[in-house]
């Protein structure tokens, strides 16, 4: 049986999970809700980054991602965002839904798969 190794765990969730050559990141939020949805999304973007990097992989093996938006009504910044850090050639599969996120401050959160 494979290993499951778990980051950041405390009684509710772990931020990150690797199981069998796979990663799998808990909804990443924003630390900053007093800026617009781009620099929100940037800002989880980077979080992923520093995620996928502990766990010794990178957003070129990212397999899918789903987006949760406020509101729709942000669908094109989180997109300049999304679009300036997608690597050429490397886009995962997407999904993004309109949701009501637990922070109302909160315009998009962000749960990601990748592989190692």
């Given at each position: 049986m494979a290993e499951i190794k778990r980051f950041d765990t405390d009684h509710r969730l772990s931020e990150m999970v690797v199981h069998n050559g796979t990663v799998y990141l808990a909804g990443q939020v924003p630390e900053d809700t007093t800026v617009d949805a781009k620099?929100?999304?940037?800002?989880?973007?980077?979080?992923?980054?520093e995620l996928l990097a502990r766990a010794g992989t990178d957003k070129t093996k990212v397999l899918s991602a789903q987006v949760f938006l406020r509101d729709l009504v942000d669908f094109p910044l989180m997109n300049e965002a999304w679009d300036?850090?997608?690597?050429?050639?490397?886009?995962?599969?997407?999904?993004?839904?309109?949701?009501?996120?637990?922070?109302?401050?909160w315009k998009v959160e962000i749960v990601i798969v990748a592989a190692l």
């Amino acid at each position: 049986m494979a290993e499951i190794k778990r980051f950041d765990t405390d009684h509710r969730l772990s931020e990150m999970v690797v199981h069998n050559g796979t990663v799998y990141l808990a909804g990443q939020v924003p630390e900053d809700t007093t800026v617009d949805a781009k620099a929100q999304t940037a800002s989880v973007l980077k979080q992923v980054d520093e995620l996928l990097a502990r766990a010794g992989t990178d957003k070129t093996k990212v397999l899918s991602a789903q987006v949760f938006l406020r509101d729709l009504v942000d669908f094109p910044l989180m997109n300049e965002a999304w679009d300036a850090w997608v690597p050429a050639g490397h886009a995962p599969t997407r999904a993004t839904v309109e949701a009501r996120l637990a922070n109302p401050g909160w315009k998009v959160e962000i749960v990601i798969v990748a592989a190692l």
